[in-house]
T-cell receptor, first 110, second 113 residues
Framework: EDQVTQSPEALRLQEGESSSLNCSYTVSGLRGLFWYRQDPGKGPEFLFTLYSAGEEKEKERLKATLTKKESFLHITAPKPEDSATYLCAVYKAGYSTLTFGKGTMLLVSP | DVKVTQSSRYLVKRTGEKVFLECVQDMDHENMFWYRQDPGLGLRLIYFSYDVKMKEKGDIPEGYSVSREKKERFSLILESASTNQTSMYLC????????????FGPGTRLTVT
């Protein structure tokens, strides 16, 4: 069965303390891996798509990387406004839907 | 920018009522999706549609139905609301052309009492 597992479930950082979130997947025929940010009470906001191992994408303090088994979302010198739940999802060849992980809740304290 | 809108941000209904949740996207997307999101369970797919008048069941379709009469509009219907359908409901759409990322609406927080 295809699975997407995110770790840790929750992460508390001090402002400026860099770290990484992990998304591991067991999907055959991966066609894309997606990262989203979700603020409390709101819909997920699309961040990145990664298509193949070795690919990297950056946006401000966020950098997403992809290997054949997992993806990392690196957060460099985070600020309190980076606090949110980060979701990853995978798209499998031959299907029309995404499989989502349960997310990592990030809290950045000033 | 892609815009997905949902008819209500908050909704309170009574048990047994028929509930309509509407979603509209303005980017001519073919695929549209309805999810519910609950603490500890993540996003769960209820139904999706890949064309007008077409629908497919997701992982948890029981107690729900959908309607897609126009390309830009996808409705979720709770035929007889129950308390276990209290949840955050999220609509999403996907662009055409081989891109699979989904764009979400702001969500509807439904409470069934």
């Amino acid at each position: 069965e295809d699975q997407v597992t995110q770790s840790p479930e929750a992460l508390r950082l001090q402002e400026g303390e860099s770290s990484s979130l992990n998304c591991s997947y067991t999907v055959s025929g991966l066609r894309g891996l997606f990262w989203y940010r979700q603020d409390p009470g709101k819909g997920p906001e699309f961040l990145f798509t990664l298509y193949s191992a070795g690919e990297e994408k950056e946006k401000e303090r966020l950098k997403a990387t992809l290997t054949k088994k997992e993806s990392f979302l690196h957060i460099t010198a985070p600020k309190p406004e980076d606090s949110a739940t980060y979701l990853c999802a995978v798209y499998k060849a031959g299907y029309s839907t995404l499989t989502f992980g349960k997310g990592t809740m990030l809290l950045v304290s000033p | 920018d892609v815009k997905v809108t949902q008819s209500s941000r908050y909704l309170v209904k009574r048990t047994g009522e028929k509930v309509f949740l509407e979603c509209v996207q303005d980017m001519d997307h073919e695929n549209m999706f309805w999810y519910r999101q609950d603490p500890g369970l993540g996003l769960r797919l209820i139904y999706f549609s890949y064309d007008v008048k077409m629908k497919e069941k997701g992982d948890i379709p029981e107690g729900y139905s959908v309607s897609r009469e126009k390309k830009e509009r996808f409705s979720l219907i709770l035929e007889s609301a129950s308390t276990n359908q209290t949840s955050m409901y999220l609509c999403a759409s996907t662009p055409t052309g081989g891109k699979y990322e989904q764009y979400f609406g702001p969500g509807t927080r439904l409470t069934v009492t």
